[in-house]
C-alpha cells in the first residue's frame, strides 16, 4: 500500500516520537478495548504494511467491509425504529403514532411478559405478569387496536416475540392485515423468533431445550419464506444485543449470533431447503455499546464473517451474502443516577452505529434506566438520529 520510501521515512517518524512518549506523562491503566483487545499509543503505515487494500473492497461488493449497498446513506437512510410497547394496545397505538408523526420510519413492539411467554391472561400462573414490560397482544382484536390508522402496508413492523409465540401472534397480526385488506406477500416486518434469548438473554417461563426451539422456529421460517407466504417478511432476527446486555463483549457477541445462524441454517438444509431459499431475509440486531472504535469495527467485521460464511455454503443469490442489521444502543450503559448525561452516552454509540453502517436502529430515552420512556424522552431519542442523520455529515 506504501512505497519502501515512505516507510522508511515513517519509521524514522516513529521513533523519533517513541523517545518523546517515554518522556510523557501517561495514566497508569490497561489501554484495551472492552473486548481486551491491547490498544497501541498510535497507529501509522507500518502496522498495515502488508495489508492488500483490494480485500476491504467498496460498499455494495464482497466482502461488504464497507457497507452493504454501493451509495449507503446517500441512496437511503436507515430506518429509525424506536422499541416501545406500554399498557393497553391503544395507548401503545398513540405513542407509535406519536413517534410516526415525528418521524419514526418503522415500528417495534415490545410485549408483555405473557405474549412473550405465548401464555393468555386467565392462565392462573399469568396473574403477576399481564402487562408487564410492554403491550398485551393477547387476541387478534388486540392487533386492530395496536395498528388503527396506521400505514403498515407501507411501513415495517417489528414483532418482538420468541418461538413460543411467534406463530400464534404472527398468525394474528397476518390475519388483522387480510381483514383490512392487505395482501400479506406484501407485508413487511420482522420477527424475532430467536432461541438464545429464550435461553441465555432471558428467562423464560418454561425451559424448552434448543433442539426444540429450533424445530418452532425453523418452522415458521419456512412457511413465510421459502413457502413464500410472506417473503419480505424477516421471520428470524439473532438478537446479539440480548447477549451482550447480557455480559459478553463485542468479540463473544458475534460468535454467539452466527453459532445461532448456522444451527438455523444446518436445520433448514436438513429440511431440504437450499441456502438462497432463506438466508436473505435472516436480519441481526447487534448492540452499539460504549468501545466505540471497536463497534464500528465489530460491524464491519461481521460483514465479512457473513460473507466467509455464505462463501462456505455456495451461495449464488447476491443477496444471501449482504449482512443487514438493526442496532439498539447499550441500554445496560445507562444509569439512573444523572439520566440527562444517557443522552450523551446514546448519541455517541448511535454515531458508532451509523458509521459502522446499520440498516435500522433504535436509541434508547435516557429515563429507561428508571422507567418506561416518557413522552419526552423518546422524542429525544428520535431527535437524536435525526440530528445524526440532518446535521453531522456523516
Known sequence: MFKDETLKKVEKMKEEWNESYKKSKVRNINFVTDSGIPVKPIYTPLDIKDHDYAKIGFPGQPPFTRGVYPSMYRGRFWTMRLFSGHGTPEETNERWKYLYKEGETGFSAAVDGLTFNGLYPDDPRADPEVGTTGVPLYCIDSMFALTKDLPIDKISVALVVEPFSAAPVCAMYFNMARMKGLDIKTLMGTTQNDILTMTIGYVPFKNVSPPHLIKLACDFIEWCTPQKNVPRWHPINFTTYNYREGGIDAVQELGFGFANAIAHI??????????????????????????????????????????????????????????????????????AQQPMVNIIR??????????????????????????????????LALRTQQTIQEESRV
Open 346 to 379: 446514546t448519541t455517541v454509540q448511535g454515531l458508532a452505529a451509523v458509521l459502522g453502517g446499520c440498516q435500522s436502529m433504535h436509541t434508547n430515552s435516557f429515563d429507561e434506566a428508571v422507567c418506561l420512556p416518557s413522552k419526552e424522552a423518546v422524542l
Open 266 to 335: 444446518e436445520e433448514l438444509i436438513a429440511r431440504g431447503w437450499k441456502i438462497d431459499d432463506f438466508v436473505n431475509r435472516f436480519a441481526f440486531h447487534l448492540a452499539a455499546h460504549k468501545d466505540f472504535f471497536e463497534e464500528i469495527a465489530k460491524y464491519r467485521a461481521a460483514r465479512r464473517i457473513w460473507n466467509k460464511l455464505m462463501e462456505r455454503y455456495e451461495a449464488k443469490n447476491p443477496k444471501s451474502y449482504q449482512f443487514r442489521f438493526h442496532i439498539q444502543t447499550a441500554g445496560s450503559s445507562l444509569t
